[in-house]
C-alpha cells in the first residue's frame, strides 16, 4: 500500500472531529510525530543512497541513527538540505519564513509538552491547530519538493532505507558525505 501526506495526516483529522477535550494538544501531538518522522525517513532515505552504502545494510544505519541520541528534526532538516544541495528557503519560496518561524514555535512547545509541563504560553485550541496546519503545511512542501527532486516524499514508502538506482542522486550523496562517510555523518546530525 503506497501511503500519502493526507493517509498520515488521517488520525490528526480523526482526533479533531472527536470532540475530545484534550483535541487540540492531542492533534498538535500527533502533527509533531509526523513531521519529525518525515524529516528522519527522508534524511534515511538520502543517506541510504551513498555507494559505500550496500542494499543489505539497513539495520547498520538503523543503529547509526539509533546510537546518535540527539538527533533533533533540525538535524534531519539540515542533513537533507546538505545531502541535496537545496535549500529550503529557496524551494519554499515566501512560505519558507512564516513556515520555520512557526516550526520553532512550535519545536519550543512540542519540548514542553511532550514532557507533561507547562509551555508558559497558554496557548488555546487554536493556536495549537495554527501550529498542526503550519506543520502540516511543510509536511506537504517537503513532500511535493522530494518526490520531484529525488523521487521519495517520506510518507509513500513504509521503509525509506531502498536504493533510488538514481546515479546523480548517489553522487550528490557521495559528494556530500566526503571523508566524513555516512556514519560520520550521521553522528553529526
Known amino acids: ?12 483529522e480523526y482526533v479533531l472531529g472527536s470532540g475530545l477535550e484534550t483535541r487540540g494538544v492531542d492533534a498538535f501531538c500527533l502533527a509533531w510525530i509526523k513531521y519529525e518522522r518525515q524529516q528522519r525517513k527522508i534524511c534515511s532515505f538520502l543517506v541510504f543512497q551513498a555507494s559505500a552504502i550496500g542494499p543489505d545494510q539497513a539495520s547498520s544505519v538503523r543503529q547509526a541513527l539509533a546510537n546518535n541520541k540527539g538527533i533533533a528534526h533540525t538535524g534531519f532538516r539540515g542533513g537533507i538540505q546538505r545531502l541535496t544541495g537545496l535549500r529550503f528557503k529557496d ?5 519558507y519564513g512564516p ?3 512557526a516550526l520553532d514555535h512550535a519545536w519550543k512547545a512540542r ?18 491547530l495554527a501550529k498542526v496546519d503550519s506543520i502540516r503545511e511543510w509536511c506537504g512542501l517537503l513532500a511535493a519538493l522530494g518526490a520531484a527532486k529525488f523521487g521519495y516524499d517520506g510518507f509513500s514508502a513504509t521503509n525509506s532505507m531502498f536504493k533510488a538506482k538514481n546515479e546523480e542522486l548517489t553522487a550528490a550523496v557521495d559528494k556530500a558525505l566526503g571523508k566524513l562517510g555516512w556514519d560520520g555523518f550521521i553522528n553529526q546530525l
Open 1 to 12: 500500500m503506497r501511503r500519502t501526506l493526507e493517509d498520515e495526516f488521517n488520525i490528526i
Open 99 to 101: 513556515l520555520n518561524t
Open 111 to 128: 519540548d514542553k509538552i511532550f514532557h507533561g509541563q507547562q509551555t508558559g504560553q497558554g496557548y488555546s485550541r487554536e493556536q495549537l
Open 91 to 95: 524551494e519554499f519560496g515566501d512560505r
